[in-house]
Nanobody, 123 residues
Framework: QVQLVESGGGLVQAGESLRLSCAAS????????MGWFRQAPGKEREFVAA????????YYADSVKGRFTISRDNAKNTVSLQMNSLKPEDTAVYYC????????????????WGQGTQVTVSS
């Protein structure tokens, strides 16, 4: 088992920035690819970003490319999502996720989910 706990959500205005963090415990963190997903009210959960266990290879949804940056620290068992130039359409519950492989994670094939953290962007 891998336990994931997100933090850093909140209410911001459009154009501002927010940084989400996810702390992992349990099985070896560095064995997993990590990702961020989000779910807006009335919509399905969608992929946001993923990072390979190597900490170098990343992949982003088109809607956040150039504005969001995913990173990880395998020594501290953490993964972060830096969100800049936030838009009202970024409002959602954001979930940290661990996947067996990088490709699987980008496809939403997730082994472990966090409980989610709310991000609200006002216009």
């Amino acid at each position: 088992q891998v336990q994931l706990v997100e933090s850093g959500g909140g209410l911001v205005q459009a154009g501002e920035s927010l940084r989400l963090s996810c702390a992992a415990s349990g099985r070896t963190f560095s064995n997993y690819a990590m990702g961020w997903f989000r779910q807006a009210p009335g919509k399905e959960r969608e992929f946001v970003a993923a990072i390979h266990w190597n900490g170098v290879t990343t992949y982003y949804a088109d809607s956040v490319k150039g504005r969001f940056t995913i990173s990880r620290d395998n020594a501290k068992n953490t993964v972060s999502l830096q969100m800049n130039s936030l838009k009202p359409e970024d409002t959602a519950v954001y979930y940290c996720a661990a996947g067996r492989t990088f490709i699987a994670t980008t496809r939403g094939e997730i082994d472990f989910w966090g409980q989610g953290t709310q991000v609200t962007v006002s216009s």
